[in-house]
Nanobody
Framework: QVQLVESGGGLVQPGGSLRLSCAAS????????MAWYRQAPGKQRELVAT???????NYADSVKGRFTISRDNAKNTVYLQMNSLQPEDTAVYYC???????????????WGQGTQVTVSS
């Protein structure tokens, strides 16, 4: 059974920084792309950033230059460093990973439970 557990959310003032972490555990053969999504109240979930198993990254225009996604393949962990946070970054942040759980299984997308990020003075 695969599980993704996020940590690092909280309350921060505008202009501040937070670092989110998401660790995958359980039966894992391989992890392909990993990503962070976010969902603000009353809005649809949106893609924030992705990182491939080889380290290639991609970002939503709204976070380019402020957020950095990275991963530690040895720890099955993905990170999101968020700098220059603004009130519009307030949302529940979810990690997502494309994981092959056994040698005979297909690759499925797994989700974390979400962590709240609130940017407010």
């Amino acid at each position: 059974q695969v599980q993704l557990v996020e940590s690092g959310g909280g309350l921060v003032q505008p202009g501040g920084s937070l670092r989110l972490s998401c660790a995958a555990s359980g039966s894992i053969v391989s992890i392909n792309a990993m990503a962070w999504y976010r969902q603000a109240p009353g809005k649809q979930r949106e893609l924030v950033a992705t990182v491939t198993s080889g380290g290639s990254t991609n970002y939503a225009d709204s976070v380019k230059g402020r957020f950095t996604i990275s991963r530690d393949n040895a720890k099955n962990t993905v990170y999101l460093q968020m700098n220059s946070l603004q009130p519009e970054d307030t949302a529940v942040y979810y990690c997502n990973a494309a994981i092959q759980a056994t040698r005979w299984s297909s690759i499925y997308a797994y989700w974390g439970q979400g962590t709240q990020v609130t940017v407010s003075s």
